[in-house]
């Protein structure tokens, strides 16, 4: 690369563009030691004070996201003076290798493959074409005295960068198919990646001239189906996908979700789409609908995709010569969504309750469930005839196919319980009405209580613990953390004790629904239904006649899900799929086709191959707080001291009769593994052992003289 070239990639990625992230991804890309130049125009670019200020504020980039160009110690300048007098030495070896005649770059366009000096590597052309790129010394040769004296001001990371890609490795993968990589990766715009292309190609890369050539952006097949737009992907596609690496017939037990997801803020535009899970893997679109608002035939909207499964279900995948079955577990979604896909009544109906017959009545303009104990519950044989006419409007296609609508629509607890009954609990007893809202003094104990526990929260928590003032705000994860970690805490000493254990019922029995060890599960699963019915039942007499609204009801019924599914309640939630739907919305980057946009999106991605095999976040335990406290197999806490270099770990143990309880109502809290560990409690020994002998995780929150312990129940959010 001639240093004309690099100083015009340098504007063009100064420009402001691309983030600081996608320009390291870029550069990452350029493999060979050509690209030395670049970085240096480069960095020079974004070093220099000026520059540096003016793009921080164009951009509005905190202080903490700008790369630590400034601060450097002693010894980093010296490296940085040895790197230096490497690319002097390259471009005296260049000057010397141009006095016999090396060969300057051949223009795109002639016929003739690309040849730069004689030392080349292998480069795999667009199109087929044969083409080489030269070394390092061909390009930089160009680059003036004073271009080469850059600003010492540079990060030790982009130093190193520059020393690691200063030589050319033996298998330097298509600069095509990693800049597609990149672009995809980092969610680049077409405008953008056409730039980047023009300036390559000015200067003697064989790439496509458009960034649709490149990624290889198809046509879309666009449906006006349903009052709006749909395109349909298929499942198979999807299951041969997840099935080519296996040697075996396997089962694929299929996980569905339907939600609506708004794309802006002025204008009721929305997607509707039908989402697909394998256990333990990331969820995949199957078809898509864009409109004004939901579509307005089911029969109509779930047409293609009930062919397909059917066809599914009864003949399996095929793929090498094996036949792996397929099976539906469940369906998630909201209660408006499942009104939708069942055609029933809507969720705030007197007969919306989906479980039982039991009647609402309304009071003071609100839908309540007054009615203590259980009812008649709802069964699929009768449903699928129509046989609740007060709760029904026709069949569903569902029904139809096989799809049992009672027991196969389990109660999905990311709205049901954390939207709604947490929610709904903390905004009353913030702003609602007397008979339960706190007096300043305890709700200046809440905040107070809160701000305690920031920061101690480990890192499968997306958030900190932050203000009740904020609760409106407040993410669904938050509301959970509330529920199962925090709540207990700051709710103690603050509620009278009898709703503070009113309260608990809600925490303790979600709790035990959300336990991954399934034996300890189904156990305590009839305890766990008695206190929610409980919670349920008396939070009249807390909260007020209208507070038993239609999500306050059905948790009663969460219980049955857990024993039908035999699985925790989180294996059957939509909160992978609400991240999924988020994914979504941002391939839509304006107002104009979104559904076009979107499928555009993911066919470059499968192109790219950057969709294959995504990496789950996994559990993290070290030595430091507050990740290094754990459960061993026989329930004793365990405080991580030290990590070795061959995996072993040191861990100071605390047994179980040694620790206390933090509360009595309505269990003991140490039967769920939720104690208390005082600072002047005795270690009871310090063992040697490995990550094998950790039952699970711990949350540990500090909490009077000494920490209060609970299992973890959820996957890093």
Known sequence: MAASSARCIARWLSSGLPGLRSTCALLQSFRHADIAALRICWIRSYVKGGNLGCWRHRRGVTLNRVPDLLNMSSEYQRKWRRRRARVDALVEHDSSSKS?????????????????GSTHDEFHPVGGCSSSIGTAAGYISGDTEEENNYETDSSETESEQLDETSQPTAETPSLHKDLASWATATNQTH??????????????????KDARSLLGTPGVPVQNKCNGQYIYYGIERYLIEHFSKETLPGQAELCFNVDGVPL???????????????????????????????PDSVEEFLRDFLEELQQLIQNGVSFQNLVHTVTVKAIICDAQARSFLKCIKSHSSLHGCERCVAVAQTIEGRVVYLTKGPAEERRDEIFNRAGYSDHQKKISPLARAGILCVKQFPLDYMHLVCYGAMKR???????????????????????????????????????????????????????????LYTGPLILKDVLPDDQYHHFLCLSVGMSILLDEADGKRESYLGFAQNILEHFVDNSVDFYGPTFPTYNIHSIKHLSDDAANFRSSLNHISCFPFEKHLQAIKKMARSGKQPLMQVTKRLAERQCTETHASQSQMTTKITAKMPNNCVFLMDNAVGFIREERNNGTLSIDVFRETDCDSVFEKPCNSKLFNIMFVGS??????????????????????????????????????
């Open 191 to 208: 405008k953008t990646l056409n730039e980047l292309l023009h300036v390559l190609r000015r200067h003697g890369y064989t790439i496509p």
């Open 264 to 294: 802006f803020k002025s204008r009721k535009m929305c997607f509707w789409p039908i989402l697909g899970q394998i256990q333990n893997c990331q969820p995949f679109i199957v078809a898509l609908y864009y409109g004004s608002s939901k």
């Open 680 to 717: 002047d409690l005795t270690v009871a020994k310090r063992m040697l052992t490995n990550r094998g002998s950790v039952y699970r995780k711990a949350v540990c929150l500090p909490y009077k003289q000494g920490y209060a312990i609970f299992p973890q129940l959820h996957k890093p959010e």
């Open 100 to 116: 016999e005649g090396s060969v300057e770059p051949v223009m795109e366009g002639e016929g003739n493959p690309l040849t730069v």
């Open 425 to 483: 609990l903390l905004t009353y007893l913030w702003r609602g009405p007397d008979i339960c809202r706190l007096s300043k003094a305890q709700r200046q104990q809440v905040e107070k209580n809160i701000s305690q526990l920031k920061g101690a929260l480990p890192a499968e928590f997306s958030r900190q613990p932050r203000s009740m003032k904020e609760l409106n705000r407040w993410t669904a994860t938050e509301l959970r953390q509330f529920m």
